[in-house]
Structures are given as structure tokens and as C-alpha cells.
T-cell receptor, first 115, second 114 residues
Framework: AQSVTQLGSHVSVSEGALVLLRCNYS??????LFWYVQYPNQGLQLLLK??????LVKGINGFEAEFKKSETSFHLTKPSAHMSDAAEYFC?????????????FGTGTRLQVTL | NAGVTQTPKFQVLKTGQSMTLQCAQD?????MYWYRQDPGMGLRLIYY???????DKGEVPNGYNVSRLNKREFSLRLESAAPSQTSVYFC?????????????FGDGTRLSIL
């Protein structure tokens, strides 16, 4: 079985400050990990993914995430927040088994960016 | 390039009414999924179709049925709508391959049941 925990349902940062959104996973086999972003009244858009290889993954809009197996974590960071980053962010995990490769999502973190 | 298209975008139903949510993808993807999104609960999988001709239950299938009409289309049916089914519904698709292939999402259907 697989699961995802996102610490903090709401995070508020000032514009220009570091963004850190936390994600921890539980998986019995090596996982594939994803971060998605959802803007108001829209669907989910892929930010970045970790599959194999380099543990530091760069995504769109200046975001990156680091896979740490020893900590079972995949935290999302951005050095300098912009107002346009205000959205809800979802961490998700899937296993490399089966043809459907179902995703398990965390409960989401809403990011607020203030002036 | 439309990606994943869901119709309708909004719908209000009365308890007991039936409705079908439509989803179509133009990316030649093999797998398709239906999720519901509720505040504080993330996305929960209702049903999925690993490939054309197959469907399987997800985490919360009760009260729903699905049809994989062809490779492009995957519909979700509420036979007798209940207020607990008020939610935002998302359809997603994924290309053939292992779990490293990401899912692509539509913009959702916002469904209210009175």
C-alpha cells in the first residue's frame, strides 16, 4: 500500500521569500513521486516528477523537489515566491506495478503569497 | 491541442436524478481515470480504465458507474444522485508505460446536488 502526507494544509509566505511545501510518502517498493499545482477553478497541472536517477528534480515555474529515500520525503521548494504562485499544491505517489499505475494523492497544501 | 475535455463544466441536480459526466482525450492515451475532489480530502479515485475494454473500481466507487466507450472516451454515471455526491469531478488520462508516466487532467465538472 502507498500513502502520502502533506504537512500543513495552508502555508503563507511573503513575496520573494522561500517556499517550502512538505511531502512524506509511505511505500513498500521504490515509488514514483509527483507534484501537481491547481489554480482556482482549473484542473491539476504537473509541476515535476521523480522517477529514477537524479534525486533533485527541477520543474516548471522555478520549482524543484528533492527525493530523500532515508527520510521518505519529497519536499517542494522555490527560492523566491511570486504572487502568481498562489495555488493549491498536491503531492502524489504511484508504484511501478500494474498497467494502471494508480496515483495516491495527499490532501493538498494551499499556498498564499502576501505582499 | 485540447488534451482532456470534460463536459459539462457545471451542473445542478436534484436528489434522485441521474446524470452522465463526459470525458474525452485526444492524446491517444491508454489509461483513463475519474476522481472526486472534496475540501481537505485531496483527490480520491472513483473508477479507472487501464485500457480500452477494461474498468475497475477505485477507492470510492459506490453510487457510480463508468463506461469506456472507446479509447478516447470515458464516462461517469450517477444513477440516483445524493447530496453526498456534491463535489468537483476530474477526469485524467495517462500514456502507456510504467508509473513514471504522469496523468493529465481535465478542468473538472462542478456538481451540486440539492
Amino acid at each position: 500500500a502507498q500513502s502520502v502526507t502533506q504537512l500543513g494544509s495552508h502555508v503563507s509566505v511573503s513575496e520573494g521569500a522561500l517556499v517550502l511545501l512538505r511531502c512524506n510518502y509511505s511505500s513498500s517498493v521504490p515509488p514514483y513521486l509527483f507534484w501537481y499545482v491547481q489554480y482556482p477553478n482549473q484542473g491539476l497541472q504537473l509541476l515535476l516528477k521523480y522517477t529514477t536517477g537524479a534525486t533533485l528534480v527541477k520543474g516548471i515555474n522555478g520549482f524543484e523537489a528533492e527525493f530523500k529515500k532515508s527520510e521518505t520525503s519529497f519536499h517542494l521548494t522555490k527560492p523566491s515566491a511570486h504572487m502568481s504562485d498562489a495555488a493549491e499544491y498536491f503531492c502524489a505517489v504511484t508504484l511501478n506495478t500494474g498497467t494502471a499505475s494508480k496515483l495516491t494523492f495527499g490532501t493538498g497544501t494551499r499556498l498564499q503569497v502576501t505582499l | 491541442n485540447a488534451g482532456v475535455t470534460q463536459t459539462p463544466k457545471f451542473q445542478v441536480l436534484k436528489t434522485g436524478q441521474s446524470m452522465t459526466l463526459q470525458c474525452a482525450q485526444d492524446m491517444n492515451h491508454n489509461s483513463m481515470y475519474w476522481y472526486r475532489q472534496d475540501p481537505g480530502m485531496g483527490l480520491r479515485l472513483i473508477y479507472y480504465s487501464a485500457s480500452e475494454g477494461t474498468t475497475d473500481k477505485g477507492e470510492v466507487p459506490n453510487g457510480y458507474n463508468v463506461s469506456r466507450l472507446n479509447k478516447r472516451e470515458f464516462s461517469l454515471r450517477l444513477e440516483s444522485a445524493a447530496p453526498s455526491q456534491t463535489s468537483v469531478y476530474f477526469c485524467a488520462s495517462r500514456a502507456r508505460g510504467g508509473g513514471n508516466q504522469p496523468q493529465h487532467f481535465g478542468d473538472g465538472t462542478r456538481l451540486s446536488i440539492l
